[in-house]
Structures are given as structure tokens and as C-alpha cells.
């Protein structure tokens, strides 16, 4: 299957072919379209919603497969009560004629997160903690059934070594970004965590909250056994220190055993490094604007750090 893009209208008309029997009133685009993925909700005229995802490429299509048979395992994780949130649950699917298929899900009610609202001590910031110690508490076997990769944390530590020599020698990381992350892949102390079902893409488009709860996650595709450091690793950056450590702490609680001292330290870094994947990401996809938006945000981080004292 090549790259392709599919318009909101076309995805609508797939979503007929997988659910005949939704009669379409207006199509909405989503928030959770990317590069490797079309993405609209339908309505029908009495506002029941459906969530239609279509691959533009051939990696995503077959991670969209493994996903389908990873849902059926979290959808009985829900009804067994060991998630508290729901997954999306697939009513259908369409063939593509480039090869793969589009697959319609009925949509989870609510709305997504707002991480710049959440407050310390606030009910959603630890219901957040909980809800990603629920997904780690997964038996790894859910994803193994499923086909999803599976690493140990030294055959994760050499992937994450091999994809910064791939970014280095595009001669676009900063000399001493690549230092200092490669002195911290390097350092083996780090690196001696028990690997556990992760999200891997977590964000806050993929959160669904209501009155106070997380009452949803979507967008499993990247689901794997690794770092459980890698879905804290937005939250880290992206949220304010003292949020964080309302929804660490509601974390570690909701872990039965855990010690692992340089959590944090590898969540930090994979938040630096998800620059670099991203650099990856726009020359594997010959997408000059990527590349120029990675340069950019690397160029800054390395500003930051600098100015900090940490580089």
C-alpha cells in the first residue's frame, strides 16, 4: 500500500460500506488525524458519533491490524473491571482499494484532556496517574497475543542507540544533544526497569475525560512491551512540575511493585528524544516541513539546556 490521503467525504462513504446501517447526518474532522493516519467522525441526525481511521501507509496499515486484535484484549480487560476506562471497540470495517482497510469505532463519549487545566491534588490529575498505572499493570501476554513487539530493557536501550546513529549521521542533531543523550543510553544503572505494556502514544488528544474521570483512551497503534517511562515521558514536559507529581504519585500508587529509581530519568529523556524521532520521522517521509520543524524544536531544546546549565 502506498501513501494516501483520504478527504473526510471518502472516509464517510467507507464508514456506510463497514456500517450499513449508519445513516449519515454530518462528518466532523478529528483531532486525532496524523501522518499516519485519516481520521473524521460521522454523526447521525440523532447525534450518535462514529470515529473512522483510514492508514496513509503501509506501516501504519499493519500496525492498524495488530491494533484490532489488541483492542478485543483491552475491550475484556474493561468489562473485567481492570481498566477503569473504556477502549475503542470496532462495529466494522472497509476495504481500501490501495490495500489495507479503514475501521469505523463507535466514539467514547466526552471530552478530550486539557492538561493546561489541570491543577495539584485535583481528582482528574490523579485519576491521569491511575489510569497509566492500569495500563502497566497489564499482563505483558495481551500484547504478545496480539503480535505487538516485545523488547527487555537492554534490547530497548540498543534500539534507542541505533535510532540515534541513524539521526546523527543525517548531520542534523546538535553535536552535544547526541552527547548527552548517548551518555545516557550508556549508563546501564538507568536502564534496569521491568518492561510492561505501554501505551506509546499517549497524549492529550488521546484521553477522554468526563467529570473528572478518564473515561476513555484511543490510539493503541504503538502499543508494545518496553519502557514504562515512555508514557510519562509527555507528562514530564509537557505538564506543570507540580501537576506531575500529583499524577506520579497517583501512579506509583496504583503500581503493586515498582522500583525503579530512574524512572523519571528515562522519561526525561525520552521527551528529548521524541525530537529526534520526529527528525527521523520527516526524512523517512521526505517531508522537508517535518525536518524543518524537528531542526527547529531541537535547536531550541538545546538553547534551553544550555541556559539551565545542563549542557
Given at each position: 500500500m502506498r501513501f494516501v490521503s483520504h478527504s473526510p467525504l471518502a472516509l464517510a462513504a467507507l464508514a456506510t460500506v463497514a456500517v450499513p446501517e449508519i445513516d449519515i447526518y454530518d462528518v466532523l474532522r478529528s483531532p486525532n488525524a496524523d501522518a499516519d493516519f485519516d481520521v473524521v467522525t460521522v454523526v447521525d441526525p440523532t447525534g450518535k458519533r462514529w470515529t473512522v481511521r483510514?492508514?496513509?501507509?503501509?506501516?501504519?496499515g499493519a500496525a492498524l491490524e495488530a491494533e484490532l486484535g489488541l483492542l478485543a484484549f483491552l475491550a475484556e480487560a474493561c468489562d473485567a473491571g481492570?481498566?477503569?476506562?473504556?477502549?475503542?471497540r470496532p462495529v466494522g470495517t472497509a476495504p481500501l482499494k490501495e490495500g489495507g482497510r479503514a475501521v469505523v469505532y463507535e466514539e467514547i463519549r466526552g471530552k478530550r484532556l486539557?492538561?493546561?487545566?489541570?491543577?495539584?491534588?485535583q481528582a482528574l490529575s490523579?485519576?491521569?496517574?491511575r489510569a497509566v498505572a492500569q495500563v502497566h499493570e497489564l499482563p505483558v501476554?495481551?500484547?504478545?497475543d496480539a503480535g505487538?513487539?516485545?523488547?527487555?530493557?537492554?534490547?530497548y536501550r540498543q534500539r534507542r542507540l541505533a535510532e540515534l546513529d541513524a539521526a546523527a549521521q543525517t548531520g542534523k542533531i546538535p553535536p552535544r544533544l547526541s552527547g548527552r543523550w548517548e551518555e545516557r543510553l550508556e549508563n546501564l544503572s538507568w536502564w534496569r526497569f521491568?518492561?510492561?505494556v505501554v501505551h506509546g502514544g499517549l497524549a492529550e488528544h488521546q484521553l477522554i475525560v468526563t467529570d473528572g474521570a478518564v473515561t476513555g483512551v484511543i490510539g493503541w497503534a504503538d502499543a508494545r512491551v518496553a519502557d514504562p517511562a515512555d508514557d510519562l515521558a509527555w507528562l514530564i514536559v509537557a505538564a506543570p512540575p507540580d501537576v506531575f507529581e500529583t499524577v506520579l504519585g497517583a501512579?506509583?500508587?496504583?503500581?503493586?511493585?515498582?522500583?525503579?529509581?530512574?524512572?523519571?530519568?528515562?522519561a526525561s529523556l525520552a521527551s528529548e528524544f521524541a525530537l529526534a524521532r520526529w527528525l527521523m520521522h520527516g526524512v523517512r517521509t521526505d517531508s522537508s516541513d517535518i525536518v524543518r520543524d524537528a531542526e527547529g524544536m531541537l535547536s531550541d531544546l538545546e538553547t534551553l539546556l544550555e541556559e539551565s546549565g545542563e549542557l
Open positions: 483510514a492508514p496513509r501507509r503501509p506501516a501504519a481492570d481498566l477503569s476506562f473504556d477502549v475503542p486539557n492538561l493546561a487545566a489541570l491543577e495539584p491534588g490523579s485519576a491521569l496517574g501476554s495481551v500484547i504478545e505487538l513487539p516485545s523488547y527487555t530493557p537492554e534490547t521491568e518492561p510492561t501512579y506509583l500508587s496504583g503500581r503493586k511493585e515498582l522500583l525503579d529509581p530512574h524512572l523519571t530519568d528515562r
